[in-house]
C-alpha cells in the first residue's frame, strides 16, 4: 500500500513538473541572423502607471524587433503569487517574468527554477550592474534574475506636524526615544511601526541591533546570524518604543486602523501619526494622502557616536526567464532592451523604481526624472554603509515568526526573553527545513 | 395605515443595509484622503470624468470589453448549471439506482472540501489538456453539476413535493422526462431561479480561479479587470476610479437580482401544494 | 449478502435515475474524485509547490496535532461556527418573513437587503466595518451614550471574532432568498384554517410555519455549517486572523500554509482533517434531523 502511494505521488509529482514550454512555434526567419522569429509571453503586476509605461514599452520594441511579438500578461498584486505559482509549478509560466525577490527561494530553492541568464549574455549585456547589484539574483551560483530596482527603507515625517511642534527630525535612537515625551502631552505619535505584512515593527529593531552589533539578522546564505539575546535586545526595544510614546501599542493601532495600511488611516491623515517607515520606492501614497510637499525625508538614525551601519537595502524586482523557455536568447534579448535601453527607460521612468542598471538610471538622471522623496532616500543609503536584506528574511513564514513575536511582547503574552527564545528556535528549524 | 411600522422598519433597515453601496457610489467622486477619513458618503465635488476613465480602464479595453467577457463564461455557466443540476437533483430525490449511496457521498463530500484544495489538481489537469487561457475550464464543470450545494438544495425541494403529483402525471402517460419538465419543474421554479442568480452572482465575484486559469489580458473577466490597478506594492493608486469601476461593475449583479426576486416568492401555491 | 431492492414507480427501471444523473457521475470523477485523490496524495508528502516532494506518509497530520497554530484555529473554526450558524439562520428566517408580505414596493426592499450579499468583501464593506468598530468608531460612540466605555473592538480577539460574526449576519441574503422561496410554497389555507381556530399570529408561526420550513432549515443549516467550518475571506479582509490569531480560522491556515508558506503538503493535510470535521457535522445533521423527515413522505 505504502509503495504504491509513494508510486501515485511520484506521477503526481511528475505531472506537476512536466514542462509544457511556452511560446509559439513558428518559421525560423532570422531578423538579423541571430534571433528567431517567435513570440514571447511576459507577465508583470502592478498599477495603471507601470501597465501603461510598460504597453508602451512594447510597443517600441515592436518597431525595433518586428519578428518578436511580445503578449503582455498582467494584473494586480492580488493573488498574483498564487497565480505564478500554479505556473511554474505546472511549467507554465511566462518566457519572461516579473519576479519578487524571496521568489528566488521558493521557486527555485537549488537555483535551478529559472534559466540561467549568465549562459545568455550574448543578447543580455549585464555590464550596467557591479557585481553587489547581480549577487541578488544568484541562486546557488546561477544567475536566475537580474535586478530592476533597488530600495532601502528610510523615515519619513510629516513635517507640518513637526514644525508645530517645535520638533526636529531625530537623528539618533536616543533622540528618537526622546520624542516621546512632547508628543505624548500633544496627544500624537512621531512614528508607526506595523506588523502587517511590511512588518516595519521587526524591520527597525533589527536595523537597530545590525548597527549596535554588526551581525547581520539572517545571512544571504540563509543563516540566523542574531543570537538569542540579540533578538531579545530587538525586542526589548521594541518594547521600549511603545513605552516612550513614541508608536503606538499593537493594540491600540489595531483599534484605531483596523487591518488598513497607514497610509488608508485617517489617523494619520488627520496628523495624529506623525512618521513612517517605508521603501524609498512606495513611499509616493503615503505623501499622496498628505498634500504638496508635506511628507519630507527624515535622516537614518545612528548610534550617540555616528554609527550609521546596518540599514538595509534589497531589489524590490527582478526580471527572469522561464527554464522551460524555448527562446531563450530572444528572452535575453527581450529584459536586456526593458533594462538597459535609453529610450525604454524614457518610457518606463521610475514605474519600477529608480533603475538599477547604470544605463537606465544615466539615462533618466540626464532627462530630469529622477527626483522626489524616492530619489533622497536612495541617496541616504548610498551614503551609508548598508547591509542586503537576505531574500529568507522576506519569506513570508519567517516575517509571520517575527510579527508574531513583536505581537506577544506588545499584548504581553511573552517577555522578550520568552518571546526571543521561541522566535529564534522556530527560524533556525525553518531555514534549515527550507535550505534542505 | 396599518402598514406603516412595516414601511417605517423596512425603510431604516434598508438603508443600515444599503448605507455602504452608497457610500460606495459618494467615494467614486472622492481623492484618496478624503476616502480614508470620512464615512458620511456625500463627497465634497461631484466630477463625473472619473466614471469615463473608469470605463476606459489602464488596460487598452475598456470595461465593456470585460463585460463581455464574463458574459461569455457567466451565460452559459448559468444554463449549464441550472439545467444539469434539476436532472441530477430529480435522480436523486426521486429514483433509486445502483452506486446511489456512492455518488450522493460525493456530491455532499464535494461540499466539504475547501474550495482551494482543488484548484492545483485542476490547474494540471486543464494545462495538460491545454485548455488553459480559455474559458472552457470555468464554464465547463457547470455542465457536470459540480456545484454539489445547487443540486443539494434541489434535492431537498424536489422532495417538498409529494410524490402523488408524479403518479398521477404517470397515470396520464407522461415520462420520466416530461413529468419533470411539465409537474416538478413549474413547483419548484423559485427555486429553481435562485439556484441561477445564485449561480450567476457567485460568478460575478470569483476571482481565483479565473485568476489562475486566464493568462491574457485581452480574455479577463470582470472580477480580474477590477483589480487590474490595484497594486498594493507599489507607489499607490487613485482609489476613487477603482472604487468607479466597482460601482459599474455591480450593476449587473443588482439587477439580475432585482428582475429575479420576484419568481422567489410567486407562482408556487397555485401550481403546487394544494392545486 | 442481502440484494437491494430497488424502489422506484412501477415501469422505471433501476438504470433511469443513474442515466440522469449520468452528468454528474462523469463529472463526480473529473471534478471531484480526481482533485481528491489528488489532494490527500499531496497530503502525504512534503511537497513545496515546486521541485520534487517526498513522501512523509500520516507525518503531517502527526505534526498538525503537536502544532499549536492548528489546534487554535480548530478552536477559532468551531467557535465561530456554533455562535454564526444560529444566529445567522435566525436573522435570516426573521428577515424573510418580513420580506414575504406583499405590500407595494417589497421588491425594492428585498433586492435592497439583498446588497450586502452581493457587496461580499468589497473594500466598501471592510472600510465601512473600520468606520463602525474603531476605537473612535460609531458603534463605540453608540455604546457610550449608554455610559459603555469603549470596546476593543479590532484589538481584542474576543470582540474581533463578534466583530466578523456580525459582518456575516448582516449577509443574510442567500440563507433570507431560501427561507423566503419556501415561506411562499406553504398554502394560505393552513393559516386560514389556523385564525379561524382563534390561533394567534405567534402560534401560527411555531405551529405551522417553522414545521413546514423543516426542510429548507435543514438545507441552511447545512449550508451555512459548511460555509463557516470553510470561513476565509471576512477574517482575511478584517483582521487577517489577529489579534493573537484570535480570528485565524482553519479556512486562513490553509490558504496560507498553501500560497503563502508553499507548505503545500501539510495544507493538504490540513484540508482533509477539515474535511473530515465537517462530513461528521453534516452527518450528525442527517442523522438526527433527516431521518424523520424521510419517513413521512
Known amino acids: ?436 | 395605515m396599518k402598514k406603516l411600522p412595516v414601511y417605517a422598519v423596512l425603510t431604516v433597515t434598508a438603508l443600515l443595509m444599503l448605507y455602504p453601496l452608497l457610500w460606495l457610489i459618494g467615494a467614486s467622486f472622492k481623492e484618496n484622503r478624503e476616502i480614508y477619513s470620512s464615512m458620511w458618503f456625500m463627497p465634497s465635488r461631484f466630477d463625473l470624468s472619473v466614471y469615463r476613465s473608469a470605463w476606459r480602464t489602464g488596460t487598452g479595453f475598456t470595461m465593456g470589453h470585460y463585460f463581455l467577457n464574463t458574459f461569455r463564461v457567466i451565460v452559459p455557466k448559468t444554463i449549464f448549471a441550472a439545467v444539469s443540476s434539476v436532472l441530477t437533483a430529480y435522480g436523486f430525490a426521486r429514483f433509486d439506482f445502483p452506486l446511489k449511496k456512492l455518488f450522493f457521498g460525493l456530491l455532499m463530500g464535494g461540499m466539504f472540501m475547501p474550495a482551494i484544495v482543488t484548484v492545483m489538481p485542476m490547474y494540471l489537469l486543464w494545462s495538460r489538456l491545454g485548455l488553459l487561457d480559455t474559458y472552457i475550464p470555468l464554464t465547463l464543470p457547470s455542465l457536470f453539476a459540480c456545484e454539489g450545494m445547487f443540486v443539494f438544495i434541489l434535492i431537498q425541494f424536489f422532495k417538498g413535493v409529494p410524490r402523488e403529483f408524479d403518479e398521477a402525471a404517470r397515470i396520464d402517460g407522461c415520462g420520466t422526462l416530461r413529468t419533470l419538465v411539465y409537474v416538478l419543474v413549474p413547483c419548484i421554479r423559485p427555486a429553481i431561479i435562485s439556484v441561477a442568480v445564485f449561480t450567476f452572482l457567485w460568478t460575478m465575484n470569483d476571482f481565483l480561479t479565473p485568476l489562475i486559469m486566464i493568462n491574457s489580458t485581452e480574455k479577463y473577466t470582470l472580477s480580474l479587470a477590477l483589480r487590474i490597478s490595484v497594486d498594493s506594492t507599489g507607489q499607490g493608486y487613485e482609489e476613487r476610479k477603482v472604487i468607479a469601476m466597482s460601482v459599474i461593475g455591480l450593476i449587473p449583479s443588482i439587477a439580475v437580482f432585482a428582475l429575479a426576486q420576484k419568481k422567489f416568492v410567486s407562482g408556487i401555491t397555485a401550481g403546487g401544494l394544494t392545486g | 449478502m442481502k440484494k437491494h431492492i430497488y424502489r422506484n414507480p412501477v415501469g422505471v427501471s433501476k438504470y433511469t435515475g443513474l442515466l440522469l444523473i449520468l452528468p454528474f457521475a462523469v463529472g463526480a470523477v473529473l471534478f471531484i474524485l480526481y482533485p481528491f485523490v489528488s489532494s490527500f496524495i499531496l497530503g502525504m508528502t512534503d511537497y513545496s509547490g515546486v521541485g520534487e516532494a517526498e513522501f512523509t506518509g500520516l507525518r503531517s497530520y502527526r505534526d498538525m496535532l503537536a502544532d499549536s497554530d492548528f489546534t487554535q484555529a480548530a478552536g477559532v473554526t468551531v467557535r465561530y461556527a456554533l455562535i454564526l450558524v444560529p444566529l445567522k439562520l435566525t436573522v435570516s428566517l426573521l428577515v424573510a418573513l418580513l420580506l414575504s408580505c406583499e405590500i407595494r414596493g417589497m421588491g425594492t426592499f428585498r433586492t435592497a437587503f439583498y446588497i450586502p450579499s452581493i457587496l461580499g468583501a468589497n473594500l466598501a464593506v471592510v472600510i465601512m466595518w473600520q468606520y463602525l468598530f474603531k476605537s473612535s468608531g460609531l458603534v463605540n460612540q453608540f455604546l457610550g451614550v449608554f455610559g459603555v466605555s469603549p470596546v476593543s473592538w479590532y484589538g481584542d480577539s474576543r470582540f474581533a471574532m463578534l466583530m466578523i460574526v456580525l459582518l456575516r449576519l448582516w449577509e443574510f441574503g442567500s440563507t433570507m432568498v431560501i427561507f423566503l422561496t419556501a415561506l411562499n410554497s406553504i398554502p394560505r389555507e393552513y393559516y386560514e384554517a389556523a385564525r379561524v381556530d382563534g390561533c394567534g399570529r405567534v402560534r401560527a408561526f411555531f405551529s405551522i410555519t417553522l414545521p413546514q420550513l423543516r426542510s429548507v432549515i435543514f438545507i441552511n443549516l447545512v449550508m451555512q455549517t459548511i460555509a463557516a467550518f470553510q470561513e476565509f475571506n471576512a477574517p482575511f479582509m478584517l483582521t487577517d486572523g489577529g489579534p493573537l490569531r484570535g480570528t485565524y480560522t482553519l479556512g486562513m491556515l490553509i490558504y496560507q500554509e498553501m500560497f503563502r508558506y508553499s507548505n503545500v503538503g501539510y495544507a493538504n493535510a490540513v484540508s482533509w482533517m477539515l474535511f473530515a470535521a465537517i462530513a461528521a457535522a453534516v452527518g450528525l445533521m442527517f442523522v438526527l434531523l433527516r431521518r424523520k423527515g424521510e419517513d413521512e413522505r
Open chain 1, 1 to 436: 500500500m505504502k509503495k504504491l502511494l509513494s508510486k501515485a505521488a511520484a506521477v503526481c509529482c511528475a505531472l506537476a513538473l512536466s514542462a509544457c514550454g511556452s511560446g509559439s512555434k513558428s518559421a525560423v526567419t532570422p531578423p538579423d541572423g541571430k534571433l528567431d522569429k517567435c513570440t514571447l509571453r511576459f507577465s508583470w503586476w502592478g498599477g495603471d502607471d507601470r501597465h501603461e509605461a510598460t504597453l508602451e514599452a512594447i510597443k517600441l520594441w515592436n518597431e525595433l524587433h518586428p519578428d518578436i511579438g511580445i503578449v503582455p500578461e498582467y494584473g494586480g498584486w492580488d493573488g498574483w503569487t498564487e497565480k505564478v505559482s500554479a505556473q511554474v509549478s505546472g511549467g507554465t509560466e511566462p518566457d519572461v517574468m516579473q519576479i519578487n525577490y524571496d521568489w528566488l527561494i521558493t521557486l527555485s530553492p537549488d537555483g535551478t527554477g529559472f534559466y540561467d541568464l549568465g549562459a545568455l549574455t550574448d543578447t543580455l549585456d549585464l555590464s550596467g550592474f557591479d557585481e553587489d547589484m547581480l549577487s541578488f539574483g544568484r541562486v546557488n551560483g546561477r544567475l536566475n534574475a537580474v535586478t530592476v530596482s533597488v530600495s532601502g527603507r528610510s523615515l519619513f515625517y510629516n513635517s507640518d506636524v513637526y514644525a508645530r511642534l517645535g520638533a526636529d527630525y531625530p537623528a539618533t535612537w536616543d533622540e528618537l526615544l526622546a520624542l516621546g515625551g512632547d508628543f505624548r502631552s500633544a496627544d500624537i505619535y512621531p512614528l508607526d511601526l506595523d506588523i502587517q505584512s511590511g512588518g516595519t515593527a521587526w524591520y527597525l529593531a533589527v536595523v537597530y541591533i545590525q548597527q549596535k552589533t554588526g551581525r547581520q539578522f539572517i545571512s544571504m546564505d540563509g543563516t540566523l546570524g542574531f543570537t538569542e539575546e540579540d533578538i531579545a535586545n530587538a525586542l526589548r526595544f521594541y518594547k521600549e518604543l511603545e513605552d516612550a510614546h513614541v508608536i503606538r501599542t499593537i493594540q491600540t493601532r489595531t483599534d484605531e486602523d483596523g487591518n488598513a495600511a497607514l497610509y488608508q488611516s485617517a489617523e494619520f491623515i488627520g496628523g495624529k501619526i506623525a512618521g513612517v517607515l517605508e521603501w524609498g520606492s512606495t513611499v509616493g501614497k503615503y505623501e499622496a494622502v498628505l498634500g504638496d510637499g508635506v511628507l519630507e525625508a527624515g535622516p537614518l538614525l545612528t548610534d550617540a557616536g555616528g554609527s550609521s551601519g546596518g540599514w538595509m537595502i534589497k531589489p524590490s524586482l527582478l526580471y527572469a526567464v522561464s527554464k522551460g523557455t524555448k527562446y531563450p536568447d530572444e528572452a535575453a534579448a527581450f529584459i536586456d532592451f526593458l533594462l538597459n535601453d535609453k529610450q525604454c527607460a524614457q518610457i518606463l521612468g521610475t514605474t519600477r523604481g529608480i533603475p538599477a542598471s547604470r544605463y537606465a538610471e544615466e539615462s533618466l538622471e540626464a532627462s530630469g526624472k529622477l527626483r522626489g522623496l524616492a530619489q533622497e532616500s536612495d541617496e541616504q543609503l548610498e551614503a551609508v554603509d548598508t547591509m542586503t536584506v537576505s531574500p529568507y528574511m522576506e519569506l513570508p513564514r519567517v516575517k509571520e515568526y517575527c510579527n508574531s513575536a513583536i505581537e506577544k511582547v506588545s499584548y504581553g503574552t511573552a517577555g522578550p526573553d520568552e518571546a526571543a527564545q521561541e522566535l529564534s528556535s522556530s527560524i533556525t528549524e525553518y531555514l534549515e527545513k527550507i535550505k534542505k
